[in-house]
Nanobody, 114 residues
Framework: QVQLVESGGGLVQVGGSRRLSCAAT???????MAWYRQAPGKQRELVAS???????NYADSEKGRFTISRDNAKNTVYLQMNSLKPEDAAVYYC?????????WGQGTQVTVSS
């Protein structure tokens, strides 16, 4: 059984920065990891992903502002968010792939205030 525990969410001002972490326990995450987000009334959307080989992919609106990284020794993926905008406010979810299985965290709320 794999558990993903996100942390780092909270209240941040417009233009500010926040770093999210997602620690996986139970098994080593051998596959890709990703961050998704879901704002009220909207569908969950991909923010960024990173392969086991550390190749990264970003949604267009996050390119240049967000950075995804992973520390395999800690079985953890990070999302550094800079220049935050009101539209970045959402619940951010961690996702991890092991073999054919996909796992989700419980989410962490990011609120952006002006």
């Amino acid at each position: 059984q794999v558990q993903l525990v996100e942390s780092g969410g909270g209240l941040v001002q417009v233009g500010g920065s926040r770093r999210l972490s997602c620690a996986a326990t139970g098994r080593f995450v051998s596959g890709a990891m990703a961050w998704y987000r879901q704002a009220p009334g909207k569908q969950r959307e991909l923010v960024a992903s990173i392969t086991s080989g550390t190749s990264t992919n970003y949604a267009d609106s996050e390119k240049g502002r967000f950075t995804i990284s992973r520390d395999n020794a800690k079985n953890t993926v990070y999302l550094q968010m800079n220049s935050l905008k009101p539209e970045d406010a959402a619940v951010y979810y961690c996702n991890a792939h092991i073999s054919v299985y996909s796992y989700w965290g419980q989410g962490t709320q990011v609120t952006v205030s002006s």
